[in-house]
């Protein structure tokens, strides 16, 4: 009774979140006069901003505003919310959010004359915009629970799991037994496990996140390739600092090769070198790519009601079942995606930390 209750309720959630999407969708469709733009709606569903959009409601934008902090060589330091943007020609103290040409989504400086300022067109920026935010929110809410969770263990080892405790320890015992031991070894994991676990879970739970179409959800943080490279830098610097001897000999002189392959042209050598950038490269790659992937297919699932309403208005409904079913269907599957991808990225990561710390004899 109690699986079904829960089944009901995650349904349940499925359908507002899909109407929440369709709500937004047909004021897009409204809003432009030559039909529905389906690039519109979904970039602006993947893409990162300086505010938090919730719903738009007979052509208002309910959103919740973020800070922008800039630093401008001419001007100096300016601190502002985001909807100081809505006023006066989106203009605020000589800056705008550009929405056309190379500078297009960014805040750019203008001159006395209202223009562009070529000489200084981009100040340095330090805004928390919707991911940044997500992030921060994430990081503090694994700070809350695992604190928790480790305080429950230092007061009393032996006592059995219970509450939070609970519902994370088989993650935790999973990645150490499945993910560390084997992958790294039984003597070096324990150094190593304290990365491993931050990775699986701000990875997974930005994940989670993601799908949440209400705030603080719905950002697409790990759709981000700028967050996923600073997840792959963080990777590539814990590899190569604790890289051991045997891995750098590794590297210059691969073992079991020919000689002809090394010398006088380092070939091998060379592809070891450049693999040391790929491995990061695969891990930024393949995150950004999947969690991507399944946002906009799960948009574009959503936009084929307006696109087909746009033709002849019956389409629209008669394709909405279809359109709505395949996107519940989605929505799920993305569940298992968040998790899969999460556990993909810690166990590549801990292959690699093994590559580069065993000990060869």
Request: charged fraction near 15%.
């Amino acid at each position: 009774m109690k699986n079904r209750i829960n089944l009901w309720v995650l349904v349940l959630f499925l359908l507002f979140a899909v109407s929440i999407n369709c709500a937004q969708a047909n004021e897009v469709r409204k809003n432009n006069s030559k039909g529905f733009n389906t690039s519109e709606f979904i970039f602006d569903h993947v893409s990162d901003s300086y505010e938090w959009h919730i719903l738009t409601f007979n052509h208002h934008h309910v959103s919740i505003p973020l800070p922008i902090i800039l630093y401008s060589k001419k001007t100096g330091l300016h601190v502002f919310l985001s909807n100081k943007f809505h006023h006066e020609h989106g203009v605020y103290r000589g800056f705008k959010i550009e929405t056309e040409g190379k500078f297009k989504g960014k805040i750019v400086q203008l001159n006395e004359k209202g223009v562009l300022d070529e000489t200084n067109p981009l100040p340095y920026n330090f805004s928390i915009t919707k991911n940044a935010f997500s992030i921060l929110f994430t990081s503090i809410l694994l700070a809350l629970i695992f604190i928790g969770i480790a305080q429950r263990y230092k007061k009393d080892p032996d006592a059995p799991p219970k509450g939070l405790q609970n519902v994370f320890e088989p993650f935790i015992i999973f990645i150490r037994d499945e993910i560390a031991i084997p992958s790294i070894g039984e003597k070096r994991h324990i150094h190593f496990m304290p990365f491993l676990l931050t990775l699986f879970f701000f990875i997974w739970f930005s994940n989670l996140l993601g799908l949440i179409p209400l705030f603080p959800g719905g950002a697409n943080v790990t759709g981000n390739i700028s967050v996923t490279m600073a997840l792959a830098l963080f990777v590539f610097f814990t590899i190569n600092w604790h890289a051991n001897k045997d891995y750098w000999k590794h590297i210059v002189s691969p073992p079991g090769i020919p000689v002809f392959l090394k010398l006088p042209i380092p070939i091998m050598p060379l592809v070891e070198f450049i693999g040391i950038f790929i491995k990061p490269f695969v891990l930024m790659v393949r995150l950004f790519a999947n969690i991507l992937a399944g946002h906009m297919v799960a948009t574009v699932l959503l936009s084929l009601i307006f696109i087909f309403s746009s033709m002849i208005a019956w389409l629209g409904f008669a394709v909405a079942p279809i359109s709505v079913f395949f996107l519940i269907f989605m929505s799920l599957l993305e569940l298992l995606v968040a998790l899969i991808q999460a556990y993909v990225f810690t166990l590549l990561t801990a292959l690699y930390i093994g590559m580069a710390t065993e000990e060869h004899h």
